[in-house]
């Protein structure tokens, strides 16, 4: 709501392909998107295939809220696009972003209600050039919830999904094949999870394997406990069931389909964690300090 100001900057692929030195990497970052005296949030970012850069987030409005807003990167010039959604007595932002084509962007987020602090899930769909809200009764009567993740293989193949609150937090996802949203509620297999207790969505990836969803849910100890989930299109598929303490926070998949997760521990001396595999399981990835850290 207005209280996060992030610069976007982008990587300069062509060190990492040439074995630069970490002090010419470092050189070759540039600022890419400054919001100026907007207080702005930046929340992600995606290339569309052939066709611009989007950035999505929110922008600072004059009464003091969010607008959720995506900003497109043509040649050199980002342009701020206003999401058509009405938001009296709302605001809101946008948290992902996934585009299959120039003409095929999907963003998602939540506008919330600044009265009570009720969320409601937010889709857009863009055509290269101008926003859509998306129209669907995403949540049953009186549920809250707000959507983070968003997968776009083809104009007939999108993913979105968050978490819905009805009493406890809950994962859903919902499928568009190009002419009706169809509803999917992930099953919640790690048994570290406190049965009827919190779990929110983290990430999502699609491979030719399926839909890879990471959760975390709330352990017995209050605290999280992550896992990494697999849709074959017809059933859900354990891969990965992280301890009590250790969590998944993003997803991603190469070229060649192999699937990779990161994340952190509270309660091993190595905090940062990746992991790595595909539909047989993911396991664990030693991942070396760079060299003259102290940590």
Same mark, same amino acid.
């Given at each position: 709501m207005g209280g996060r100001h992030i610069v976007a900057v982008p990587a300069v692929a062509a060190c990492v392909l040439l074995g630069c030195t970490a002090t010419a990497l470092a050189s070759a970052w540039r600022v890419a998107l400054h919001p100026g005296g907007d207080v702005t949030s930046f929340e992600a970012l995606t290339a569309s295939p052939g066709g611009p850069v989007w950035a999505v987030g929110g922008r600072s409005t004059p009464d003091g809220y969010?607008?959720?807003?995506?900003w497109r990167r043509t040649g050199?010039?980002?342009t701020p696009m206003a999401i058509p959604v009405d938001l009296t007595g709302r605001w809101?932002?946008?948290?992902? +972003?996934?585009? $299959?084509?120039? !003409?095929?962007?999907?963003?998602?987020?939540?506008?919330?209600?600044?009265?009570?602090?009720?969320? =409601?899930?937010? +889709?857009? *769909?863009?055509?290269? $050039?101008?926003?859509?809200?998306v129209s669907q009764p995403w949540l049953a009567p009186g549920a809250t919830g707000q959507f983070s993740v968003v997968v776009a293989r083809s104009p007939a193949d999108?993913?979105?999904?968050?978490? +819905?609150? =009805? !009493? +406890?937090?809950? /994962?859903? %996802?919902?499928?568009?094949? !190009?002419f009706v949203w169809t509803q999917s509620i992930p099953p919640v297999m790690n048994g570290h999870c406190q049965t009827n207790a919190p779990a929110v969505v983290a990430s999502a990836v699609a491979t030719g394997d399926g %839909?890879?969803?990471? %959760?975390?849910?709330q352990t017995p100890r209050f605290s999280f406990a992550g896992l990494a989930e697999r849709f074959d299109g017809r059933h859900? *598929?354990?891969?990965?069931?992280? /301890?009590?303490?250790?969590?998944?926070?993003?997803?991603?998949?190469?070229?060649?389909?192999?699937?990779?997760?990161t994340g952190f521990s509270t309660v091993l001396q190595t905090t940062a964690q990746v992991w790595t595999g595909g539909p047989s399981g993911m396991t664990w990835v030693a991942i070396p300090a760079p060299a003259g850290s102290t940590g």
């Open positions: 969010d607008a959720p807003t995506a050199s010039v980002w809101g932002y946008l948290q992902a +972003v996934a585009a $299959s084509g120039a !003409g095929d962007v999907w963003a998602v987020g939540h506008t919330t209600i600044e009265s009570n602090g009720d969320s =409601q899930p937010l +889709v857009a *769909h863009g055509n290269g $050039s101008s926003w859509t809200v999108v993913w979105v999904g968050g978490t +819905v609150a =009805q !009493g +406890v937090s809950t /994962p859903v %996802l919902w499928h568009f094949n !190009g %839909l890879y969803l990471a %959760l975390d849910c859900w *598929h354990s891969v990965m069931r992280l /301890p009590d303490g250790i969590e998944v926070t993003a997803l991603t998949a190469d070229s060649a389909g192999t699937v990779w997760a």
